[in-house]
């Protein structure tokens, strides 16, 4: 049955399908054959366009624009998955292009997230429970398991798989037609097949205002864990007792210490064995 409801404010095209329960906020624009399922919110402003399908238990932020034939809230791809209700939540200012999959989580976490402000271009993939932070860009047909966790500022090139429960740290810079199957630290810059780190992004963290003291000690961090004999905890202990303890020093040194699935490793490779 074409849409034959109304919306105060908003612009829905007459051959939408929306559910009752869906909720539109004001000046929401709903392009031609899209379907809007149960428990769906779009908030104030966003475009959705058109053959767009937001299955169910999907939120969405305001002002973000998704493109046509994207399909988003999706069962899990999971076996385990029992039709429990899970969520898919997406923040403010989020474009989402052509063709992406979004997946909704499973009881294993419950939710799906994707932070505000963040850029999801054609044909990518976002699977069950992963969550991605804030101004993250993820470039064409980047392929994602489950459960991986993508941190702000991260940019990832075109054509990318990431192994499920990967982490990838903030302000990285993953090169395309990457294979990560291993966490990518904090700051690096990191491509190939198999991934390989390539020294911190300097680049991008010039752009984004850190602070020359917070990059003289990265690179300082950077050197004893790549660029050393020594193993990783000797690495941890020597990074903490001689390098400034500034937030971004913290920040990286916390996300190898907490790795389970390892690090990705440059040409001088170095284990905690």
Same mark, same amino acid.
């Given at each position: 049955?074409?849409?034959?409801?109304?919306?105060?404010?908003?612009?829905?095209?007459?051959?939408?399908?929306?559910?009752?329960?869906?909720?539109?906020?004001?000046?929401?624009?709903? %392009?031609?054959?899209?379907? #809007?399922?149960?428990? +769906?919110? *779009?908030?104030?402003?966003? !475009? =959705? @366009?058109? $053959? &767009?399908? /937001?299955?169910?238990?999907?939120?969405?932020?305001?002002?973000?624009?998704?493109?046509?034939?994207?399909?988003?809230?999706?069962?899990?791809?999971?076996?385990?998955?029992?039709?429990?209700?899970?969520?898919?939540?997406?923040?403010?200012?989020?474009?989402?292009r052509e063709f992406a999959t979004l997946?909704?989580?499973?009881?294993?976490?419950?939710?799906?997230?994707? %932070?505000?402000?963040?850029? #999801?271009?054609?044909? +990518?993939? *976002?699977?069950?429970?992963? !969550? =991605? @932070?804030? $101004? &993250?860009? /993820?470039?064409?047909?980047?392929?994602?398991?489950?459960?991986?966790?993508?941190?702000?500022?991260?940019?990832?090139?075109?054509?990318?798989?990431?192994?499920?429960?990967?982490?990838?740290?903030?302000?990285?810079?993953?090169?395309?037609?990457?294979?990560?199957?291993?966490?990518?630290?904090?700051?690096?810059?990191?491509?190939?097949?198999?991934?390989?780190?390539? %020294?911190?992004n300097s680049i991008g963290l010039r752009?984004?205002? *850190?602070?020359?003291?917070?990059?003289?000690?990265?690179?300082?961090?950077?050197?004893?864990?790549?660029?050393?004999?020594?193993?990783?905890?000797?690495?941890?202990?020597?990074a903490r007792a001689e390098l400034s303890?500034?937030?971004?020093?913290?920040?990286?040194?916390?996300?190898?210490?907490?790795?389970?699935?390892?690090?990705?490793?440059?040409?001088?490779?170095?284990?905690?064995?």
């Amino acid at each position: 049955m074409l849409n034959t409801r109304t919306w105060p404010l908003s612009d829905v095209h007459a051959t939408a399908v929306i559910d009752p329960s869906a909720e539109l906020g004001a000046d929401v624009v709903v %392009g031609p054959y899209t379907v #809007l399922g149960p428990n +769906v919110v *779009v908030g104030e402003g966003s !475009v =959705i @366009g058109p $053959h &767009v399908l /937001i299955e169910r238990d999907t939120s969405i932020g305001e002002r973000c624009h998704i493109h046509k034939g994207a399909s988003v809230g999706t069962d899990p791809q999971d076996l385990k998955y029992g039709g429990e209700p899970t969520q898919l939540i997406i923040g403010d200012r989020t474009v989402i292009r052509e063709f992406a999959t979004l997946n909704r989580g499973t009881a294993a976490r419950g939710r799906t997230e994707i %932070g505000s402000d963040c850029l #999801l271009m054609a044909y +990518v993939h *976002v699977a069950h429970d992963c !969550v =991605i @932070g804030d $101004h &993250v860009i /993820i470039a064409n047909a980047v392929n994602m398991g489950g459960h991986v966790v993508i941190e702000d500022w991260v940019i990832i090139g075109g054509v990318t798989a990431i192994h499920q429960f990967v982490r990838i740290g903030c302000h990285a810079f993953v090169g395309g037609a990457a294979r990560v199957q291993k966490d990518v630290p904090p700051y690096v810059r990191a491509a190939g097949n198999p991934i390989e780190v390539h %020294g911190l992004n300097s680049i991008g963290l010039r752009r984004r205002g *850190v602070h020359e003291q917070a990059r003289r000690e990265l690179k300082r961090a950077y050197k004893l864990f790549f660029h050393s004999s020594l193993n990783v905890s000797q690495a941890l202990a020597q990074a903490r007792a001689e390098l400034s303890p500034v937030p971004e020093v913290q920040r990286f040194l916390a996300f190898i210490e907490e790795s389970s699935r390892g690090i990705t490793l440059d040409d001088a490779e170095w284990s905690d064995d």
